[in-house]
């Protein structure tokens, strides 16, 4: 069968090469389909748009790449998730991120690396068996907290911190 141009008696149109390629136009359903057996391209001079009042849906069963040479902003007014099951690596000039509530990364192991990592806050809480600064080693500084008071008949005493705290501070 060769190449074929159908309109049926409802308007619908069909642009075929007889095989895999086609261009459908379906006046009934409100649809338009277009099908190929390698590729399909669309191209411009100008500015490309595609607006839908419903969903969106690209899937590719080999690779995906969205390049911008100039500025890509991406609004989502509503929640946004997404799912990588191997590596994301990203690499940037900076990165900011910003939050109106708690921000929260789950991980098994966590590393930052940089000539300075710095980190502001009005309060910094830490919540770990254990917390090592420094390459290890013998502490270069130990500190102990001590609680001077008076004691049984105006007797001064010395005593250590008892409690849910820590009562020693290690500097490596």
């Known amino acids: 069968k060769g190449t074929y141009l159908k309109i049926d008696k409802t308007g619908s149109i069909d642009i075929n090469d007889g095989a895999t390629e086609n261009i459908k136009i379906d006046k009934t359903n409100k649809t338009i389909g277009i099908k190929a057996d390698k590729d399909v391209s669309v191209s411009t ?17 080999k690779d995906l790449l969205l390049e911008a040479e100039g500025k890509a902003d991406i609004i989502i007014k509503k929640d946004m998730s997404f799912e990588i099951s ?11 991120l910003e939050s109106d509530s708690i921000t929260k990364i789950k991980t098994k192991q966590l590393m930052v690396q940089g000539d300075m990592v710095q980190i502001q806050a009005s309060q910094v809480q830490l919540q770990a068996s254990m917390i090592m600064l420094g390459n290890g080693g013998t502490p270069a500084v130990t500190m102990m907290t001590k609680f001077l008071g008076i ?14 705290m820590s009562s020693s501070v290690f500097i490596a």
């Open 151 to 164: 004691g049984f008949a105006g007797t001064p005493v010395v005593s250590s911190a008892i409690g849910p």
């Open 86 to 96: 191997k590596n994301l690596k990203g690499k940037a000039g900076q990165i900011e």
């Open 45 to 61: 001079n100008g500015s490309f748009k595609v607006t839908a009042k419903e969903n969106i849906q690209m899937k590719s069963t």
